[in-house]
T-cell receptor
Framework: DGGITQSPKYLFRKEGQNVTLSCEQNLNHDAMYWYRQDPGQGLRLIYYSQIVNDFQKGDIAEGYSVSREKKESFPLTVTSAQKNPTAFYLC????????????FGPGTRLTVT | AQSVSQHNHHVILSEAASLELGCNYS??????LFWYVQYPGQHLQLLLK??????LVKGIKGFEAEFIKSKFSFNLRKPSVQWSDTAEYFC????????????FGGGTRLMVKP
């Protein structure tokens, strides 16, 4: 099945620890995105990547880092510098041509205590 | 700041009632518009989109949306909701010169009572 996988579904960490969220896609999409979803705030863009080995900050990049070494993978690291890391994180991808429709993964719920 | 607004945060309807969810944006120029839906426990998925042409767009599951340029709006409608429409709905805008980066509204949580 073509799609986007995110793992794990639930993640628990202690404050002060870095944690990496996985995102893999087999849709052959060039562009990938990370969003943070908080109640009442919709989806806010953290980082995006239009192509391998290139990425840009979104609206709320502080305290996060990414890498894009392979087309199909776009891991997100939530660092200890992120002040409010507990949230639902969504990964998405899209083709660079055509309709710009973004396809979403199932999400990872991160809880930091 | 430029933004996308969904004024209804929570909506509760009975089955067979009509639905209209508001979406307003503040970007000038040519925009592309989307509605996404997130059913409980499922992935966010595209409901419908508007790029150009007929401002009344038909989507999946009987949903439609109307683009009114003069009002900067793209409201989502369904004549008769079902219990299975219970979900969170997100409006998204692709502003001019934004590449393929969407800006999302805050979402509207719809509950349909059987």
């Amino acid at each position: 099945d073509g799609g986007i996988t995110q793992s794990p579904k639930y993640l628990f960490r202690k404050e002060g620890q870095n944690v990496t969220l996985s995102c893999e896609q087999n849709l052959n999409h060039d562009a990938m995105y990370w969003y943070r979803q908080d109640p009442g705030q919709g989806l806010r863009l953290i980082y995006y990547s239009q192509i391998v080995n290139d990425f840009q900050k979104g609206d709320i990049a502080e305290g996060y880092s990414v890498s894009r070494e392979k087309k199909e993978s776009f891991p997100l690291t939530v660092t200890s510098a992120q002040k409010n890391p507990t949230a639902f994180y969504l990964c998405a991808s899209s083709s660079r041509q055509g309709a710009f429709e973004q396809y979403f993964g199932p999400g990872t719920r991160l809880t930091v205590t | 700041a430029q933004s996308v607004s969904q004024h209804n945060h929570h909506v509760i309807l009975s089955e067979a009632a009509s639905l209209e969810l508001g979406c307003n944006y503040s970007y000038g120029g040519t925009v592309n518009l989307f509605w996404y839906v997130q059913y409980p426990g499922q992935h966010l998925q595209l409901l419908l989109k508007y790029f150009s042409g007929d401002p009344l767009v038909k989507g999946i599951k009987g949903f439609e949306a109307e683009f009114i340029k003069s009002k900067f709006s793209f409201n989502l409608r369904k004549p008769s909701v079902q219990w299975s429409d219970t979900a969170e709905y997100f409006c998204a805008v692709l502003p001019p010169n934004a590449g393929n980066m969407l800006t999302f509204g805050g979402g509207t949580r719809l509950m349909v009572k059987p």
